[in-house]
């Protein structure tokens, strides 16, 4: 018979802790700070936030906005200007090419027209005469 090991069988007992071995090693001392001066905090302004505005200050700040802001729509509105008369001029011009070119096709138009009543008064007395 033949005889399998399993693994129970094969696990030895750990009836020992083993221990982790100690490694010493050499690490230098860090010295202590040096104070240089000191800081007074009560001079500091610790505020967090701005001191608030008198009411004078706040009025003066809002017309000065508003004076800036003024100038701005006066710009845009300016701009506004210039390119609805220059979009104008060029819808004149392009307005005044189409009315020529109407004009000259009425024009050539209307010469055709009296050809061809020329040329039907001739057929006309080409016909009656004979």
Known sequence: MIETKTEEQDATPLSKE????????DIPT???PTIV???DLDAIN???RPVRKTRAERKKDAQARYIIE???RKEINETFKE??????QETEKKSKGKQ????NSN????????KIVHIARKIYRLLHND
Do not use: D, S, W
Not at 18 to 25: F, R
């Open 70 to 72: 003024a100038k701005k």
């Open 18 to 25: 083993v221990e982790p071995e100690l490694i010493k090693m």
């Open 30 to 32: 860090l010295k202590a």
């Open 37 to 39: 001066g000191k800081i």
């Open 107 to 114: 024009r050539y138009i209307n010469k055709i027209k009296k």
């Open 46 to 48: 610790a505020r967090v």
């Open 83 to 88: 390119k609805r008369i220059k979009k104008r």
């Open 100 to 103: 020529e070119l109407f004009e």
